[in-house]
Structures are given as structure tokens and as C-alpha cells.
């Protein structure tokens, strides 16, 4: 039932997104030298690395590290990117993921392949079994402000309580945290 409540999401979010796409597109082509999407390696579901499209807000060359972990962050933002991050319009190609299986709309957050911390406790919890998601309950309950170890408790917490019902809770709260811009420090 959440693979077809996914691709069923997905259509109709396409289809809403597809100007916002098209002019973000256009505004990352405009401002970055590259490609305007980045293709960020992540941890799957099994712990099977895929890879994760995202708009670019990072000049070339940024060091392949989470931005909390880089010195001096801002000065590796493209011009828009502060406001795609803080929008979460840099996700929208997602879509992608979620339409190939790679990804679902709810689940944990996918962990940068070099996050070992975070992959390690996530592996040793059995929070690696879920197929990761756009969203999650560590998303709408403090997102960046939180501790690797809190994230993990909030994702086992999310295999506790996982149903359609609470995935509908967990998007339309991501839906009221992104209108307020709530926690996200990038």
C-alpha cells in the first residue's frame, strides 16, 4: 500500500511542481557553472548505496561532507542556494528517487555514504531495513538541531508506530515546518 500511495503522490506532486521545477532549474543553470542537479551518494534501504538528485546549491568542488562538518559553509553556497535549502526546494527532484523505488516520501532520512557514525547506529538498531524518505519523524522533530543519536531514536520510534495514518501526519507536518521554516540551520 506504500509503494502505490508513493507513486500516486508522486504524479500528483509532479504535475503540481512542474513550474517551480522548471523555473528552479532554470535560476541553479543561471548561477552555477555544472549541472543543475547534484547526485549526492546515500545509504538505501539494506544499507545499498544509490544515488540521491538533488538541485545544486554548492559551488563545484565542495568537499563531500555534510555542510554542518565544512568550515565556513556560506562560502560554498551558489547564490540561490541559501534559499533552495531553506525552501527545500533543492529536493524536488526526489521525485525521482521515489518514482525508481530508491526512496519513499516518509521514512528515515538518507545518510551521506560517509557518515559511518550514523550509518553504524542505524545498522546496529535495525533502522536500516526501512527504505529512506524525504520526510521522516526526525524531519518534522527537530530535523538539523538534532544529535545523530536522537535522529536514531526518532527513526526507531518511526518503525514503532509506522502507518499510512502516521505517514500522512509526518507530510503534513514536513508541510507546516517548511512554510515556517522550522530547524534548518542550512
Not at 553504524?120 to 521522516?136: D, H, S
Request: hydrophobic share 45%; glycine share 6%.
Amino acid at each position: 500500500m506504500k509503494r502505490g500511495f508513493d507513486l500516486l503522490l508522486v504524479i500528483i506532486c509532479t504535475s503540481l511542481m512542474l513550474l517551480p521545477i522548471i523555473v528552479v532549474a532554470v535560476l541553479v543553470k543561471s548561477t552555477l557553472k555544472g549541472s543543475i542537479l547534484y547526485w549526492s551518494d546515500r545509504v538505501g534501504k539494506n544499507n545499498i548505496i544509490f544515488n540521491m538528485p538533488k538541485f545544486r546549491t554548492m559551488r563545484m568542488n565542495t568537499p563531500i561532507i555534510a555542510k554542518h562538518l565544512l568550515n565556513n559553509p556560506s562560502t560554498y553556497l551558489s547564490p540561490i542556494g541559501e534559499f533552495l535549502r531553506r525552501t527545500s526546494l533543492d529536493e524536488l527532484p526526489q521525485l525521482y528517487s521515489i518514482l525508481k523505488g530508491d526512496m519513499s516520501f516518509v521514512g528515515p532520512r538518507p545518510a551521506l555514504f560517509n557518515q559511518e557514525d550514523l550509518i553504524a547506529l542505524r545498522t546496529k538498531k535495525g533502522v536500516y531495513k526501512l527504505l529512506p524518505g524525504v520526510t521522516g519523524w526526525a524531519q518534522v522533530n527537530g530535523r538539523d538541531t538534532l544529535s545523530i543519536i536522537d535522529k536514531v531514536n526518532l527513526d526507531i520510534e518511526y518503525i514503532a508506530y509506522q502507518s499510512f495514518w502516521f505517514d500522512i501526519r509526518i507530510l503534513w507536518m514536513t508541510f507546516l515546518k517548511v512554510i515556517k521554516r522550522e530547524n534548518v540551520s542550512h
